[in-house]
């Protein structure tokens, strides 16, 4: 256990083992990504009250889900990277920032784009909808966060602090948006068959969901091959691999 | 350090931290007026920009009141840290044999009393400007003591996280802005219910709860980031 550890934190490690699950991973997201896109565009059936405008929830649907995956993932690296000091916890810190941000924006822009014909506009104050532009500003507070910063391990700590505070703050900050929107709820609009899904609707769903995973685990992970290499530009172990290959 | 005082406890080290910054406040009254004349003058902005029908202010009073105590207490705690940073006294804090956690909240206390709690004891002034009724007026002064409690702390987070950055201001908004929605939603929720006479005891309940938690939890947060804005 401990030795695995030990050999995450070692960079050329980490360069040559990433290396190898990128290989596979990779295609595997392609694939994915194109059985699910295919079923749940063209084979899945079209829903009896939206029609064919349901289908965004494919994308919709699992970028959101994985936004939210993603600040937790960024939390957990914060913490090891506070309490252990590993190195490449600050570099998947700082990978997972910019991809989580991304998703959420997907979300975001989606959304407006299925409310349009759904609820007749392109943004409401609905609960969901909101906590969703608070991630966003959580996540670009980080980006940015990182990016004031001169020394980059100060940084990485400083993010790792305001991470932590955010992961305790996020359970309340999504209740009390839940109570705030209950509160003011406006009763024409109405989010209709979210839990009744139907299976022939639900597997592509789920399909994608697991594509937008394995996206997001590339993404983060070609992240932080670049950023590695970036920091160990000079260093012989980079060259070796660089040339070997 | 004469030897009657290296016998130090945490309380006293709390409390000369508190009184030091007491007495800085207190010797610069601007610094304490400055963001109850900010809450005036935004104040005033709302009936220009909105219209002076006495109905629609009261209406929206809760609401406007919560903005601008939350935009109010975001002036304040971007100078939190800063003169402490500059003048090197911050680093000496660090290396002194007590939680950095405990020496900052000393600060953040005497902070606190200058903007929060007097913003929150001349808020029924504000809250007549607006017309905001008589029946809510006293849960805004409860809401608002607990609420700037949590603004505070979280603003003194985000201080001390980008202190040592210049031009840090805007950063700092983004910072502490998502983290202070629980707060703006429960305090204007408590006071709207008192308005209209529903049940504003339970919104105050979890706004205590949240003082409190913010109170055990954000020192820590407090203390961490501000060695690593030392560090940079």
């Given at each position: 256990m401990w030795t695995i550890i030990h050999k995450m934190g070692s960079p050329p490690w980490f360069f040559r083992f990433s290396g190898g699950l990128v290989k596979w991973l990779l295609p595997l997201t392609v694939c994915l990504l194109l059985v699910g896109a295919v079923w749940g565009l063209l084979i899945a059936p079209p829903d009896f009250r939206q029609g064919n405008s349901y289908r965004i929830i494919y994308i919709h649907v699992p970028s959101a889900v994985v936004a939210l995956a993603g600040y937790y993932v960024m939390a957990f690296a914060g913490a090891v990277s506070l309490v252990w000091r590993i190195k490449m916890a600050d570099v998947t810190m700082r990978a997972v920032a910019p991809v989580g941000a991304a998703l959420t924006a997907i979300a975001l822009v989606t959304g407006a784009i299925w409310g349009k014909p759904t609820w007749g506009t392109w943004w409401v104050w609905d609960a969901r909808i909101t906590s969703m532009l608070i991630l966003l500003f959580l996540y670009l507070g980080v980006v940015a966060l990182f990016e004031a910063y001169e020394n980059k391990s100060a940084a990485a700590r400083a993010c790792a602090v305001l991470t932590l505070v955010g992961t305790v703050n996020i359970p309340i900050i999504y209740k009390s948006v839940d109570w705030w929107y209950s509160l003011h709820q406006p009763a024409s609009i109405k989010f209709t068959g979210e839990s009744a899904i139907d299976p022939s609707m639900l597997y592509p769903l789920l399909l994608m969901i697991g594509a937008f995973y394995c996206l997001f685990a590339v993404t983060v992970l070609l992240n932080m091959r670049a950023e590695l290499a970036w920091n160990h530009r000079d260093a012989s172990w980079l060259k070796q691999l660089v040339q070997g290959t | 350090m004469p030897a009657s005082e290296s016998n130090l406890t945490l309380h006293g080290a709390f409390a000369r931290q508190f009184s030091r910054h007491a007495r800085a406040i207190i010797r610069s009254p601007a610094e304490v007026a400055n963001p109850l004349l900010f809450f005036f003058m935004v104040i005033t902005l709302f009936p220009l920009g909105l219209g002076p029908d006495p109905q629609r202010l009261a209406e929206m009073a809760p609401g406007i009141l919560w903005v601008v105590a939350l935009l109010s207490s975001l002036m304040v705690s971007g100078k939190l840290f800063a003169s402490d940073y500059e003048d090197g006294s911050l680093e000496q804090l660090a290396i002194a044999p007590f939680p950095l956690a405990v020496l900052a909240l000393g600060e953040v206390s005497a902070y606190w009393l200058a903007t929060g709690f007097l913003l929150a004891l001349a808020s029924p002034i504000f809250a007549l400007m607006l017309g905001l009724p008589a029946t809510g007026i006293f849960t805004l002064m409860v809401s608002l003591l607990l609420g700037t409690t949590c603004l505070t702390l979280i603003g003194a987070v985000g201080s001390a996280l980008t202190?040592?950055?210049?031009?840090?201001g805007m950063l700092l908004s983004l910072l502490i802005i998502p983290l202070n929605v629980p707060v703006l939603i429960f305090g204007t929720t408590a006071v709207s219910e008192a308005v209209m006479g529903g049940n504003a005891t339970s919104w105050l309940a979890l706004m205590g709860a949240l003082a409190l938690g913010s109170l055990a939890v954000m020192p820590v947060a407090i203390g961490a980031a501000l060695r690593v804005s030392l560090d940079q």
């Open positions: - | 202190v040592s950055i210049r031009r840090g």
